[in-house]
């Protein structure tokens, strides 16, 4: 194991049916932190037999699930109203503590609920947890760059993506599930965030469209104003409700149409002025290399096992959704075998120089140390980087150098695998 070890064995975390766990860790920077976690014993956890089982074959200590009471919930702050933190308090009637390794990311004892409060409603803040922050801003994303966000649902890091591209540049958001895409997109129109972003329904594995630069769609600017009547009917939907419903219904039971469904775009998204046949043009690898995206996030479909919050879902929906949903050894396999296909594609459309953030919120092996590994393998032009952002981030290594863990034990998040990739010149 590559992990960090306990500096202190006098704190080392205790056997499952200990009193208790405390641990002191060194960061992978190695300066120390420490952690203590609930009295709770690991076996006393509603968690089934089956889970915990899973966890041991995965080789993951069921200690990180103590945390549960003690996790905070997180928000972000929209930019711009940092000055109005004490009215926000008092809209959601909790004291926020700020993440101080994080920018503009909040902490809120778990059991406050705030889908009520003006300060939501109104879109002051929204809920994201700080590893998923993390992941976002390991992106490094700086105004004017292209972002690519390749399984985008329901779109809380897509949100932090706009929030820190400003004024120029763009975002396009894809994911497979029509329903969940369209929640992000009514999270874009909540927080105002649309204007740079367009969103398509697609299969990330295969998605192929580069972003549209400026300079690349200018002679769309230039053209004249029957040609832009024309372009603008194209993306305009005129046809009768009834008639759409009805399309809509044949959608539904076809496979996932050849030309990715555009779903959202905002004014400054580069679509308008912009023919559909422009838009799904093929590129070919070379093209995309360098016209490709600057940053691009492949936040992979996974099993979810570190997150706490999802996995108590499950004492809901009972506990054979859970074997079934997550345990399933031909579903985990599967699920690695697309990982490895969305971050193939994902590092297709990225720019020689730009930079790809592959995350996950498993924190088994199979779905991340060991995906990472064999894509390197298959490409010569991918290179791991140190996440420089990373210096006061409360996580730990992953099993390879410069890939990071975050545990809601040591970490006070939700779990989360980070790994950063560039793309080298061939
Ligand atoms: C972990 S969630 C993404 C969470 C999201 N990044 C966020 O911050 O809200 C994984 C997403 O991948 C989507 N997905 C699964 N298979 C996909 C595929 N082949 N192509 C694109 N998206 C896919 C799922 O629908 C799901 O919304």
Known sequence: MHFDEPVDT?????????????????????????????MEEASKLPLPDSFLQFLEENGLD????TATEST?????????????????????????????????????????????????QEGKIYGIDAASGAAVSALNISVGDHVLDLCAAPGAKLCMMLDLLGDFGSVTGVDIARHRLAACRTMLQKYSLGDRCRLFVADGTAFALVPQRVDSVSSSFESTFEEKADIFGEWTNRRPYKERKRAAKVREGVALNQNPELIFYGQHSGIIGLSKSKLYKTISDTEASSSGYDKVLVDAECT??????????????????????????????????????????????????????YSTCSLTVA??????????????????????ESRNWPCK?????????????????????????TKLAS
């Open 62 to 65: 069921p200690s990180i699930y």
């Open 72 to 120: 905070p919930r997180y928000v972000r702050l929209k930019p711009g109203y940092e000055a109005r933190i004490q009215e926000i308090e008092a809209e959601i009637n909790c004291k926020l503590e700020k993440v101080d390794w994080l920018p503009g990311f909040y902490a809120l004892p778990p059991e406050v609920q705030i889908a009520n409060s003006k300060a939501y």
């Open 397 to 421: 290594s992953g099993q390879i150098p410069k890939t990071l863990r975050f545990d809601p034990l040591t970490s006070q998040t939700s779990g989360l695998f980070v790994a950063k990739f």
């Open 304 to 357: 979810h096992d570190g997150s706490i919050r999802h996995i108590q879902k499950f004492e809901h929906w009972g506990w054979k959704t859970l074997q079934r949903r997550v345990l399933d050894a031909e579903r985990t396999d599967s699920l690695t075998f697309l990982q490895l296909k969305l971050l193939r594609n994902g590092f297709r459309l990225l720019k020689v120089g730009g930079t790809l953030v």
């Open 367 to 388: 779905q991340n140390e060991d995906i990472v590994e064999q894509f390197l393998s298959e490409n010569a032009s991918a290179e791991l980087q140190e996440i420089n």
């Open 10 to 38: 006098s704190l080392r975390i205790l056997p499952l049916g200990g009193q208790r766990c405390s641990a002191a860790f060194r960061r992978h920077d190695n300066s120390h932190f420490s952690v203590v976690c609930p």
